[in-house]
């Protein structure tokens, strides 16, 4: 039925948006530790390297799929914001973690 429809559709939101926030507060200590020492010493750049050329190519996929159709792209864009939330904001991020200090 169309209510159990929605039901799943909005649980699916719910998980997309706990996994934005589990996934920028990742960073966070990170940049803390790095605040606090003044030194990115010890850090992987490599794993860091990895995680931004693959949340970039992620976040990417999702903008280049976008319909055509101007009535779509809002929807489009809605449906897929915790995930374009959580690539972009975490390469966001990992940019701070690679060059600061």
Known sequence: SQNS????????????YISSVFYLGSRFPQLYKNFQRRSTEGTSYLLFALAMMGNCTYGLSLVLKMPATKSFQA?????HLPWLIGSF??????????FSW
């Open 75 to 79: 929807l489009y864009f809605v449906h």
């Open 89 to 98: 904001g975490v390469l966001f991020l990992d940019v701070f973690v690679s």
């Open 5 to 16: 429809l929605d039901m799943i559709e909005m649980s699916g939101f719910i998980c997309g």
